[in-house]
């Protein structure tokens, strides 16, 4: 059993900055395929990123790129995702997920393990 627990999220104004953690428990950290997921109100839960598990490749929704970056420290178990320019339509509950093998990036059912969330609001 993998525990997720995000935090870093907040209200901001539209064009700040916020960094998002997700620390997990146990020792096989490095083994998991880390995901940011978030959920606007009213919508679905969307892809944000992905962080895979060796060489640490990233995937962004096009929604993001160029403007959040996720990265992982496996001595801290932490993943993180750093958000710039952040926009009114960015306003979510995020989560992240980690994968314990390899079924894709952007489904929510190919992620094993999920946090509770984390609410970013940026207001404009």
């Known amino acids: 059993q993998v525990q997720l627990v995000e935090s870093g999220g907040g209200l901001v104004q539209a064009g700040d900055s916020l960094r998002l953690s997700c620390t997990a428990s146990?020792?096989?950290?490095?083994?998991?395929?880390m995901g940011w997921f978030r959920r606007a109100p009213g919508k679905e839960r969307e892809f944000v990123a992905a962080i895979t598990r060796i060489s640490a490749r990233t995937y962004y929704a096009d929604s993001v790129k160029g403007r959040f970056t996720i990265s992982r420290d496996n001595a801290k178990n932490t993943v993180y995702l750093q958000m710039i320019s952040l926009k009114p339509e960015d306003t979510a509950v995020y989560y992240c997920?980690?994968?314990?093998?390899?079924?894709?990036?952007?489904?929510?059912?190919?992620?094993?393990?999920w946090g509770q969330g984390t609410q970013v609001t940026v207001s404009s």
């Open positions: 146990g020792r096989t950290f490095n083994s998991y395929t």
């Open positions: 997920a980690a994968q314990m093998s390899y079924r894709g990036y952007v489904e929510e059912s190919s992620y094993d393990y």
